[in-house]
Every structure is written in C-alpha cells, then in structure tokens.
C-alpha cells in the first residue's frame, strides 16, 4: 500500500477559527454544515464546533412533531424570547431567506408553548427535507415553474391541483397542520390521473387523493414525478391516502 489514511477527529466536533467573537450555543454554518459553538470562540482563535447531537433550539410558537425536519428562521420570533432574535420552525415555507437554514430532524414532540425543541443537528430524511418549501393556507394551482417544491398544507379543506403532465415535473404535497385537523387533497387536470405506486392504485381521469382528516397525521404527504403522457406516479409517501372513485 502506497498510501496511509490516519485518524484525525471522532466528527462530533470539528476545529474552527472564527473572524469575528463567536459566543458559547451560538449557530455557524459552513457550507451547509450545521456547527454550534461549544463555549464562547474569540476571533482568530482556535476552537470547536459540534457538529453531531441533540440541541435544545429556541422554537417558535408552533407545534412540533419527532421526526419531520427543523428550520432555522434567522429572523423568527422565538416563544417568549426577544421578537425576530431567531427561532426554529418545521414549516420550512417560512424559513426560505438566505440566512435562513435547514438544522435537522425534531427528536422529541414539542407543544406550541414549550420554549425549546430537541433537534438532532445535521441529521435529515432526504425524501421530505430535500425540497424548496411554500406554504398554503388555501386551494391552490402548482405552477409548472414551481415543480420539485413541496407545498405545506396548514389548514383544512385544502385541494392542490397539479399542473397538466409533462415529463420531469414534480411535486410533493405535505399536511402541516395538526394530527386529525385537515383534509389535504390532490386534484389532476382532467385529462390526467394518479398512476399509482407504493400501494395505492391508479385512479381515473380527473380523480383526486385524498389525506382525510380522520387519520391525518402532522407530515403526512405524496410526492409525484409526471410521465409526460398519462398524469403522474406516486414517488413517495407518508400517511394514508384514499383514492377517489371513478
């Protein structure tokens, strides 16, 4: 062997050499990389940053749910804390400004009231916290210009009508509010259908899906990626979701 690989950090932490005074649970990120300052770092010295654990995260007065991802909103209203300081969020629909960062994945429910949130850093399922987000608290239209975004539906009676099929859109749809509060639906031009996939069947033309509120569940959601001829294909999902009969 001609060469030598050698052990240099575990990788729960790394070194960093801030510019300017970084303080103590202050957040950095380096090139996506989510790091949080250990104790305080003065500028142009040598010191450490996490970047694997569990973080309790100032949050915003929202409910939180285990498992779905956690936005930093740079300049969100944390509970009970200094208005536009920065707070943690899973509605990723407001935290799409450039300061503005995916953490990680929410360990524990979090009550809208609760201060903190237990967020497992850098830590993410790529199927739901990959995409652009835009949040919707009424019906809408996906826009063949917004294809590969997820759309947070917050409140009930919500249809989202995809667009007419065309090779590489993709869409996902997502219910954001809480556990049992909303139907969230998935309407098709008319000439499109749900192709099926995972288990759930095809439909007829023009038949929409549906997330109904009885056992929807905070993150359940569909995403499709359209054949170009016939509608689209379920590529993912989460939840249980009803096909609407021909």
Not at 205 to 214: C, F, Q, R, V, W
Request: charged share 20%; net charge negative; with cysteine.
């Amino acid at each position: 062997m001609s060469y030598s690989i050698d052990f240099y950090q575990d990788g729960k932490s790394i070194d960093y050499t801030p510019a300017v005074d970084v303080a103590g649970g202050q957040l950095v990120v380096l090139n996506g990389i989510i790091g949080i300052a250990k104790s305080d770092i003065a500028a142009n010295v040598l010191g450490a940053l996490a970047i694997e654990g569990v973080f309790a995260v100032p949050k915003k007065n929202e409910a939180f749910v285990a498992g779905l991802p956690v936005w930093f909103d740079a300049d969100g209203d944390p509970q009970g804390g200094v208005a536009g300081s920065g707070a943690a969020t899973q509605l990723g629909g407001d935290a799409q400004a450039a300061e503005d960062i995916l953490l990680g994945t929410a360990v524990a429910d979090a009550g809208a009231a609760n201060t903190h949130v237990y967020v497992s850093i850098n830590k993410i399922d790529p199927r739901i916290a990959s995409f652009a987000r835009i949040k919707k608290a009424a019906s809408a239209n996906a826009a063949v210009t917004e294809s590969s975004v997820c759309y947070e539906c917050t409140a009930d009676n919500i249809v989202i009508t995809l667009p007419a099929t065309a090779a590489g859109l993709e869409f996902t749809v997502m219910n954001m509010a809480a556990d049992g509060d909303a139907l969230i639906e998935v309407d098709f031009q008319a000439a499109d259908k749900n192709l099926g996939g995972l288990g759930i069947a095809a439909g007829a033309d023009g038949k929409k899906l549906s997330n109904t509120k009885a056992t929807a569940k905070k993150g359940d959601f569909l995403t499709f990626v359209a054949d170009g001829t016939d509608g689209y294909r379920i590529k993912d999902m989460r939840g249980i979701w009803a096909q609407e009969a021909a």
